[in-house]
C-alpha cells in the first residue's frame, strides 16, 4: 500500500529565508499531489494541487515541485515569516477521489 | 467561503456509550470525509460518501459507522465507544464534479476533540 513520509523532525529557519519540506512515496505514483496548512487545535487548510502531469506549480510565496521519479514532492516558502509557523501535511491521490495525509512536519520561523 | 461545521469541539463519553459526530458543509459539496488525526499517525480515513446515503469504508472503519441522509450533513457514529477511540476526529468536504473539473481539495471543519474514559 501506498507509504508517504514526511520528515517528522521539526525545521526551524530564520524569517527571510526559503523553508523547504520534503514529501517522499513509496510506491504508485499518484495523479496528484495536495499540500495542506495546519495550525494547532484547527483543521487543515488546503494550500497547492499539483497534477502528475506538473512538473511545478506556484502561488504567491509557495512553490511545489513534483518528480515522479524520485517519487518526492518538495514544498517552498519564500521570504518565510513568523506566520508561516504551522504543519504542513503532504497528501496523495489514492484512487478516485480519496487521498491518504502525511503526518506533517512542523515548521517553526523565528524573528 | 466554504464552510464546514461539527457538531462539538470537545467531547468526553465513557466506555460502551453510543457516540455521534455531527458534520455539514453548506457549499453542496458532493463528498464528505471523517478522518481521525493522533500524533505522529496524521490523519486517518474512517468513511467517506460521494453521494446521499452512499458510504465507503475508508482505511480504519472498525469500530465506527456513518450515516448520509441529506447532501449537507455526514455523521460519524461510534457504536460503543472506547478508549482506544479517543482522538481529534475532522470532517472534510470537497466539491467532486465541477462544470468544467474535478476539484479533489477538501475543506476541512475545525475538529471535534474526543476523550472516551
Known amino acids: 500500500s501506498q507509504k508517504i513520509e514526511q520528515n517528522s523532525e521539526a525545521l526551524n529557519i530564520q524569517e527571510g529565508k526559503t523553508a523547504t519540506l520534503t514529501c517522499n512515496y513509496t510506491?504508485?505514483?499518484?495523479?496528484?499531489l495536495q499540500w495542506y496548512r495546519q495550525d494547532p487545535g484547527r483543521g487543515p487548510v488546503f494550500l497547492l494541487l499539483i497534477r502528475e502531469n506538473e512538473k511545478e506549480k506556484r502561488k504567491e510565496r509557495l512553490k511545489v515541485t513534483f518528480d515522479t521519479t524520485l517519487k518526492q514532492s518538495l514544498f517552498h516558502i519564500t521570504a518565510s515569516q513568523p506566520a508561516d509557523s504551522a504543519t504542513y501535511l503532504c497528501?496523495?491521490?489514492?484512487?478516485?477521489?480519496?487521498?491518504?495525509f502525511g503526518a506533517g512536519t512542523r515548521l517553526f520561523v523565528k524573528a | 467561503d466554504v464552510k464546514v461545521t461539527q457538531s462539538s469541539r470537545y467531547l468526553v463519553k465513557r466506555t460502551g456509550e453510543k457516540v455521534f459526530l455531527e458534520c455539514v458543509q453548506d457549499m453542496d459539496h458532493e463528498n464528505m470525509f471523517w478522518y481521525r488525526q493522533d500524533p505522529g499517525l496524521g490523519l486517518r480515513l474512517i468513511y467517506f460518501s460521494y453521494d446521499v446515503k452512499m458510504k465507503e469504508k475508508g482505511d480504519i472503519p472498525e469500530g465506527y459507522s456513518v450515516s448520509r441522509e441529506k447532501k449537507e450533513r455526514f455523521s460519524l457514529i461510534l457504536e460503543s465507544a472506547s478508549t482506544n477511540q479517543t482522538s481529534m476526529y475532522l470532517c472534510?468536504?470537497?466539491?467532486?464534479?465541477?462544470?468544467?473539473?474535478?476539484?479533489?481539495?477538501?475543506?476541512f471543519g475545525p475538529g471535534t476533540r474526543l476523550t472516551v474514559t
Open positions: 510506491n504508485y505514483s499518484p495523479a496528484y
Open positions: 497528501a496523495l491521490e489514492a484512487g478516485g477521489f480519496k487521498t491518504i
Open positions: 472534510a468536504s470537497s466539491l467532486g464534479q465541477g462544470r468544467n473539473f474535478y476539484s479533489y481539495e477538501q475543506y
